[in-house]
């Protein structure tokens, strides 16, 4: 089988609806919470990135059978899964913990959505997705290390809000992935075709030029 190599963002788009799934689950989760505290919070977020990080995980066993490049993938499975045992780990420390987590992973999610949307795709849809959503990720993750003065629990519900952006947004590019994904088939078969027809011409086309052979 050739190496497609393909990029992250053209990964299967279940992917992305099991990353909507996830990340609009504990996005409500955190952002219409009415706890007064961060400690009983953070374990949901360390379970929601953990969460995310088996779905990349499977993505990436799936990137690799098909030989499409896993490298990507497993990066971002293990950046979630780190991010979400530190913050088990430390669920029981002060809020400056949980809060340094928290806005350090959203800062480097949003960097990370930011990078894909500009050196990786050049389609429009793709690139606005992407870009929107790193964008809001860099901006939450300014407004989670400004809250430190405001009560324990807005910067849980800051970083609700943006899960719920993020879930949003797959949603949005899985549907528009599936259609690319379809879209690439059709052309695919219809060069096929064309292949085929092309090479059936050939021999037709010899016979009548040499009716003696």
Request: hydrophobic share 50%.
């Amino acid at each position: 089988m050739a190496h497609i190599k393909r990029k992250y963002i053209d990964s299967h788009w279940l992917v992305f609806v099991f990353q909507g799934i996830v990340a609009c689950l504990f996005g409500c989760l955190t952002l219409f919470t009415s706890d007064e505290t961060s400690i009983s919070l953070v374990p949901i977020v360390g379970i929601s990135m953990l969460a995310l990080a088996v779905v990349e995980f499977a993505n990436s066993v799936y990137r690799s059978y098909n030989r499409q490049g896993w490298l990507v993938s497993t990066a971002v499975a293990i950046f979630d899964a780190v991010f979400g045992l530190l913050l088990l780990f430390v669920m029981n420390e002060g809020m400056t913990w949980h809060l340094s987590l928290i806005a350090a992973y959203t800062l480097l999610r949003g960097i990370f959505e930011l990078a894909i949307a500009f050196r990786t795709t050049v389609d429009p849809t793709d690139r606005f997705i992407w870009a929107l959503c790193g964008i809001c990720g860099v901006l939450f993750a300014a407004a989670i290390f400004n809250s430190g003065h405001l009560a324990n629990v807005d910067f849980m519900r800051f970083f609700g809000a943006y899960m719920l952006i993020l879930g949003v947004c797959c949603f949005i590019y899985s549907a528009h992935n599936r259609e690319q994904q379809r879209e690439d088939r059709l052309e695919r078969s219809a060069t096929a075709k064309a292949a085929h027809k092309a090479k059936k011409a050939l021999p037709e086309a010899d016979t009548k030029k040499n009716p003696e052979a």
